[in-house]
């Protein structure tokens, strides 16, 4: 009897198992994320139906014929870290697609498995990439109109200096005061159109960041440089500016002069926000792989519309502003792999944030 009673509970455990494997196979099975898991011989042990979709693969038993579809994705998939995430174009059917892969590992009796999720993010990035161009256009349209229309509206005045209607105005009436409302206007369409000269050069800059040359760079060396560089303005607003680091020897592998940039850029906007004796202080930190390097500032903040805006070239909450700063930093963050993001509650604290993963 007690034998009966245990064979009935596992055959009820088989049973119980069997259903938990069938439930988990079809959310495997019908998950909107492709999905490819492994061992280290690249011998497939699963693959779901999004992943044989996305990739227009019906039967597949190692990762190495999918160099098909792209030479080298094979090691790609195999090289791919735990936690790592990538970004990669594949071209199938003649359609583009823009996966992005994240990988996973377990251990199956000592075994290790590796676990890929494929997602194909193309339409979303479409639609970003749509939305910041039409918000780069507007903004473009805003900068070019606003020199345009007066050099415009000169023009027509200057003509009106020196003709009726369609005839030259004669010598004789020609006055002193004429010319020199004539020359004003000149001078004015110079200046503007060296203004549009300057406007597309700045636009050139951001599209020729120089390659990365990294090197081991101790953070507190780089924000005491900049602490000196801005001492003067510091000193006179009164403005207080902390550093703060953990460890205190904390280095990071970044391009020294590219870095240094951001920073100063980053500062630069703080100073540029606070009232007189505001407070900044930069923070960085390593937590696990990843280092934290922030600017706080205790200004005026930044409204909800602007942070939908701030990294979009060309846009300045500044009169007078470029526009290119802090969008030349988001770049030059992602040449580091990193990101960089802004918090804002107005009137108690803007802070922005880069992080950047352990180069090894």
């Known amino acids: 009897q007690s034998f009966e009673e245990i064979a009935k509970s596992l055959q009820k455990a088989r049973i119980d198992k069997e259903q938990e494997h069938q439930y988990l196979k079809t959310i495997v099975e019908h998950v909107g994320t492709g999905l490819i898991s492994f061992d280290e011989e690249g011998k497939i042990k699963l693959i779901n139906k999004t992943a044989k979709s996305l990739l227009n693969i019906d039967i597949v038993s190692n990762i190495k014929s999918l160099d098909r579809i792209k030479p080298g994705f094979a090691d790609l998939l195999h090289n791919l870290k735990i936690n790592e995430q990538k970004l990669i174009t594949l071209s199938v059917n003649n359609e583009i697609l823009k996966l992005s892969l994240h990988s996973a590992m377990l251990k199956i009796e000592g075994k290790p498995l590796h676990i890929i999720a494929l997602h194909n993010i193309k339409n979303e990035l479409d639609e970003r990439e749509l939305e910041s161009w039409q918000k780069l256009i507007r903004i473009l349209r805003h900068e070019i109109m606003n020199s345009i229309t007066p050099i415009t509206t ?55 960041l120089p390659e990365l040359k990294l090197e081991n760079l101790v953070l507190l060396n780089l924000f005491n440089r900049i602490k000196i560089l801005f001492n003067d303005e510091l000193t006179s607003r009164e403005i207080k500016l902390e550093i703060e680091i953990l460890p205190e020897n904390l280095k990071i592998m970044a391009d020294k002069k ?32 990843k280092y934290t390097i922030q600017v706080f500032d205790n200004g005026p903040g930044i409204t909800k519309e602007e942070l939908e805006n701030i990294f979009i070239p060309f846009y300045s909450t500044k009169e007078g502003g470029s526009g290119i700063g802090l969008n030349i930093s988001q770049q030059i963050i992602r040449k580091h792999q990193g990101n960089i993001h802004v918090y804002s509650d107005p009137h108690k604290v803007t802070v922005f944030t880069i992080s950047l993963p352990e180069v090894k």
């Open 154 to 208: 000169l023009t027509t005045a200057i003509k009106r200096c020196f003709k009726n209607g369609s005839k030259v105005k004669p010598f004789g009436e020609i006055n002193e005061e004429t010319i020199r409302d004539a020359l004003s206007s000149t001078e004015v369409i110079e200046e503007r159109s060296k203004g549009l000269i300057e406007f597309v050069e700045k636009y050139k800059s951001l599209a020729s």
């Open 258 to 289: 590219l870095m240094e940039q951001v920073i100063i850029n980053l500062v630069k906007n703080a100073i540029q926000s606070v009232d007189k004796k505001g407070n900044i202080s930069i923070r960085a930190e390593k937590v696990r792989d």
